[in-house]
């Protein structure tokens, strides 16, 4: 028997993209509202109840909307916006970090963020070692591709060629970093400095670590150490052991649901910085929510993913 998966907001970037990475697969049959009736409450409200899955691929108004539309105690939630990452009753949905079960389980789960994946997938497992401290005002830099602002900043940049850098979130309060402290465990609010370039999709996200001035901090090749082991086996998560001498974001990036990290360490010991490299369209969406629909059907983790 196949699943039925209603993608609400499927003409949207993450909505089409998992359409992509479910195209072909027998266990899914995906329920498709045509161009007149995509915004048709009635039409969705018929739509989302009577699916199996249901991935929510919208602005966070409509996502809570769509959730309070849904009656049917056996539909299962998977929530590619940000209304509830942070919420009760919501299952947080990397696997690589709390575990498949949870998600295997759930009937709520929220896809992290684009940016807190990055973040998450870097700090949480130092942290929770006690390899870095949880009380410690971390920075988060990063650098998206256009795509992460779904189609109208996708319209934006391919109309105005001339931007080459867009420094944001520039009064603090970015939607990602309430997920990014709790999903790690931090005493503060990170102080998260992100920007566009002008590249259709790929991400680089960095945690720069001052660690001679950081009480109780390990060294670069421990914490690079303590990652290889926290990601062992993992096809999608994985940690970098050489040091190169630059990170690229290409133009060109094909779509890939793979997360890359790296340690770069001072010789000295004295200064990190941990990059993450990532698709936002992939494990920072599209490629999440597919794996995590992959998890909560019962299926092998990464089929239908790109890697
Ligand atoms: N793009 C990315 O890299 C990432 C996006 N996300 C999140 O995923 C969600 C979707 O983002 P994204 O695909 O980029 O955004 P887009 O703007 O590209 O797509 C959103 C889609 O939702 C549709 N929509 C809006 N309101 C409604 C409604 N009330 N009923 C039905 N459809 C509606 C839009 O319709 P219309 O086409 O008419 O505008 C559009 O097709 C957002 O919450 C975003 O924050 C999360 C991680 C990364
Ligand atoms: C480049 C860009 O604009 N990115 C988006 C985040 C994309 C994403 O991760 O969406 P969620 O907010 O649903 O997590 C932003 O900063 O708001």
Known sequence: MTAR???????????????DRLAGRREFTLVVLDDERRKDEVARAEALNQADFVILCLPDEAAREAVAMIANDSVRVIDASSAHRTAIGWTYGFPEVIGRKAIAEARRVSNPGCYPTGFIALLAPLVSAGLL??????????????SGGGKSLIARFESDADIAY????????HKHVA???KHVG???VPVFAPAVVPAHRGMIVEVPLPLAAM??????????AALADAYLGSPIVTVRQDAPDELLLRRSMAPVDTLELSVFGSRDGTQARLVAVLDNLG?????????????????????????
């Not at 998966?5 to 359409?19: P, Q, R, Y």
């Open 5 to 19: 998966v209603f993608i609400d907001g499927a003409a949207g970037t993450t909505g089409l993209e998992i359409a």
């Open 133 to 146: 401290p949880g009380g410690w005002p971390y920075i988060c830099h990063a650098v998206s591709g256009y």
């Open 166 to 173: 867009r420094a944001y979130g520039l009064r603090m309060g």
């Open 179 to 181: 997920e990014m402290q």
């Open 186 to 188: 931090l005493a503060h």
């Open 215 to 224: 009480p109780n901090a390990a060294a670069p090749e421990v914490l690079r």
């Open 283 to 307: 494990k920072g969406a599209s490629g999440a929510a597919v794996q995590n629909l992959n998890i909560m059907a019962g299926l092998p983790n990464t089929a239908g993913l790109r890697l």
